[in-house]
Every structure is written in structure tokens, then in C-alpha cells.
């Protein structure tokens, strides 16, 4: 189950639920981000190990969400980008997080990946997304605009952190 989302150049990308058996597309897609996307994902310069990868996409459908975006290539199923969360405990509050491809970004993607994420928390009952960037991650700070995230400077200025109450939201 999943929808289709069309790009500005044409390229037909399905949006769907993150499965189990994603695990060499996760894998595939984790590697092949620059040290610099890695780096503004993760707030450091670690690569994610196989068990983390592994437990991207053994999610726990309870407390967690994520919607993966693909493309054929080559005639295979490409992974190009992720968005998810995860319930913050005892509370109606999750915490999320996207990227890209580096290839991918720019194009429109990231707005398509987070209103499906956005929607989708709606559905479920999540009152409130949080996350955080840095602050010199200009394109996620302007999606997060565009999307009606609220911005502040977190504990150290070099982060910023997002908000969107969605039980305000259409």
C-alpha cells in the first residue's frame, strides 16, 4: 500500500510504509548518503551499524512510523529517502526525522515524504511532531517553515528545534 508521487522531472516515486523486508534497500540507501547528509542526519560523523540499520525497518507499529520513497533504476527498487517517528514515552508527542538522498534533495521530495509522515501521525492520534536540525541546515529549516513548523535555538546554538501541533491542523 502505498501512493505515487510524481517529480518535477517526471520520475514517478512510490511513498509506503517501511517494511521488514526493506532491510537492503534501508541498507543501500544508508550507505550511499554523503559523509555531509549523514553528518546533518545524525549530528555526527559515525555511519550507522548493521543491527541500527536492521532496527530501521523492524519498527514497532505501535509507537513508530516510517514511510520510505523509491524509484525503479535500473530496474530495481532504489530507496531515495525516509521519514519517521517515534512516540515519545507517555505522551501523545513523537519525535521525527527525514533525509534524502543526496541526489534527491532540492527536487520537492522532502515536502512529499513529511506531509505523508505528517498525515499519516494525524491518523493515528500524535498531537504533536518535535524534532531537531541543525541550524545550518538551511533546506530542512525552510521545509519545516513551509510546513508550519515552529523554530527555535536549542540547547547549543549550532541546533534548532522543530515543532508542529497537528491537533491544530487541518
Do not use: C
Amino acid at each position: 500500500m502505498g501512493t505515487t508521487w510524481t517529480a518535477p522531472d517526471g520520475t514517478q516515486v512510490t511513498l509506503r510504509p517501511i517494511e521488514l523486508g526493506d532491510l537492503a534497500l534501508e541498507q543501500a540507501f544508508v550507505t550511499g548518503l554523503s559523509a555531509a547528509t549523514g553528518y546533518k542526519r545524525l549530528l555526527s560523523t559515525r555511519r550507522p551499524s548493521h543491527e541500527e540499520i536492521k532496527r530501521f525497518t523492524d519498527i514497532d507499529p505501535e509507537r513508530e512510523y516510517a514511510v520510505i520513497a523509491t524509484i525503479i533504476h535500473n530496474g530495481a527498487e532504489r530507496q531515495i529517502g525516509v521519514a519517521r517517528y517515534v512516540m515519545l514515552d507517555r505522551s501523545d508527542e513523537a519525535e521525527f526525522a527525514i533525509v534524502l538522498s543526496d541526489d534527491w534533495q532540492g527536487r520537492g521530495l522532502g515536502r512529499a515524504l513529511l506531509s505523508s509522515l505528517i498525515a499519516e501521525a494525524k491518523r493515528r492520534g500524535v498531537l504533536r511532531l518535535v524534532g531537531m536540525t541543525m541550524s545550518e541546515n538551511d533546506g530542512m529549516l525552510a521545509l519545516a517553515r513551509r510546513l508550519g513548523f515552529s523554530t527555535t535555538i536549542g540547547d547549543v546554538p549550532s541546533e534548532t528545534n522543530l515543532a508542529l501541533d497537528l491537533a491544530v491542523r487541518d
